[in-house]
Structure formats: C-alpha cells, structure tokens
C-alpha cells in the first residue's frame, strides 16, 4: 500500500521526498509591483521547512492585465526574476519541489486595479471587458 511518505516521480521535473503538497493559497502578501515581499518568502520557505514535499506559490498573473487582486504575486517582468529566483532555491534547500501556479484573471480583472478594461475571449458587457486581439492572445501564449 502506498504511504503518504513515500515519494513520488513525475516523467518530467524532480520528484517529490513525500505526498503532501502545499495549495495555492491566496495570501495577497506581495508587494504592489507584484514582486515577491519579505513576508510572502518567509511564509513560503516556512511551509518547505515542514516537510512539504511540494511548495506552490498562490496564484501568480502572467500579465500585468491579468491582475486579479492587489497583492498577487507577478511572474511576467524582469523585475520579478531575483525574488522568484531565490524563493525557489529556498524551498529546494528543503528539499520541496518549488512550483508557481500561473494566473490570469481575465475578465475578473479588476480595471481599478489594472488601470485598463479587463480583457476576456469575448466581449462582455456585464463585466465589463473586451475581446483579446489575436495579437494580446498571442502575447499571452508567449507569456
């Protein structure tokens, strides 16, 4: 019978010391630019210090446009590469598998938030968003 300490292979990527991963929890810790804060590391890299065989980041947008909350980790700028960078040498210090959970929220972008119309696969009145171009579809793929 398995056991949730035993570890675990993928096909691709380094395998897991045991079963037991951390959610994507939202903790909106970041800081406004979306680069990874003092807090949010040490929250994270405390998960991994418990024996987490995967550590995951909340939810991290992939655009500035898809912003989804104030707050939320960012993963699309260079400015977010030194933060991101040691988080994960962090987490694999302790053994944790360090995963980023890609984000965009879409038309659930708040444009306050964004500063811009929310964007989405079509045109949505309600909410308030436009249709992507094939050009911002295509610069999202490349995200």
């Known amino acids: 019978m398995t056991s949730l300490f035993d570890s675990v292979s993928f096909t691709h990527g380094p395998a897991m010391k045991n079963r037991f991963m951390l959610a994507p929890l939202t903790n909106q810790q970041s800081n406004p630019d979306g680069t990874l804060s003092e807090e949010e ?19 991290s947008h992939i655009q500035a446009i898809g912003q989804g909350f104030a707050g939320q980790l960012g993963c699309f700028g260079d400015e977010h590469l030194a933060g991101l960078t040691r988080l994960a040498t962090a987490i694999n210090k302790n053994d944790s598998v360090s995963y980023v959970q890609l984000h965009h929220a879409g038309r659930r972008s708040p ?20 249709a992507m171009t094939t050009a911002e579809v295509e610069a999202m793929v490349e995200a």
């Open 41 to 59: 590391f040490t929250w994270l890299v405390k998960r991994a210090e418990g024996g987490f065989g995967l550590t995951m980041t909340c939810a």
């Open 111 to 130: 444009a306050v938030l964004i500063g811009t119309t929310p964007v989405s696969s079509g045109d949505d009145e309600k909410a308030g968003a436009r």
